[in-house]
């Protein structure tokens, strides 16, 4: 008498479950999507996502999940992407889990030749021979880091990014101000 409810318990269980009609999630790390530098040949970085476990990724109907990955729930994959000279690309991500179910997803790039522009707005001289100055640097696509090169030290600065970002810095005169968008393009401005 005891299997009995046991029995029970275990077909009600099994009636509980539910299948997996959800298909995977699948994205890029890097690059996001935006802009990218023209005739580049870049190494691309994505995640996809199912309980049921991924066994299948493909870019552009090529196959990039590398077999020990295959149906584990949680894979990373890479590719290379090779931009063209100009104009707009598209890939098409897709994602299949292990019980048949297919996310696509098309990500868009922009080629990017255009480096970011430093602006320098104002400079105030401090004591000891620094200068405080402010500014903004901006750029078509989204402006990714600025950096201070200061006596042979790179210095990153912590700004938000973005296609139009204000800053202040205080260094020393003739330190080099530099800021890379997101398509890798790099400027450069000496500061006074």
């Known amino acids: ?13 099994v009636g509980c479950a539910r299948p997996d009609t959800l298909p995977p999630e699948v994205g890029l790390v890097y690059p996001q999507g935006g802009g990218v530098a023209p005739g580049r040949s870049l190494l691309a970085e994505g995640y996809a996502f199912d309980p049921s476990g991924v066994v299948s990724v493909r870019v552009n109907g090529r196959e990039v999940l590398e077999a020990p990955s295959r149906g584990k729930p949680l894979v990373a994959f890479r590719f290379r992407l090779e931009a063209p000279s100009s104009g707009t690309a598209e890939i098409v991500l897709e994602a299949e889990d292990g019980v048949g179910n297919r996310a696509t997803r098309r990500v868009a790039f922009t080629m990017d030749n255009d480096p970011p522009r430093i602006q320098l707005e104002r400079t105030e001289r401090l004591e000891g021979g620094l200068v405080r100055v402010y500014g903004r640097v901006e750029d078509n696509v989204g402006v990714e880091r600025v950096v201070l090169l200061e006596k042979g030290r790179y210095l990153p600065l912590s700004l938000p990014k973005g296609t139009s970002v204000p800053f202040a810095v205080v260094a020393s005169p003739g330190s080099v101000l530099i800021a890379v968008d997101a398509a890798e393009n790099r400027a450069s401005r000496r500061l006074p």
């Open 1 to 13: 008498m005891r299997r009995h409810p046991l029995l029970l318990f275990l077909l009600l269980l």
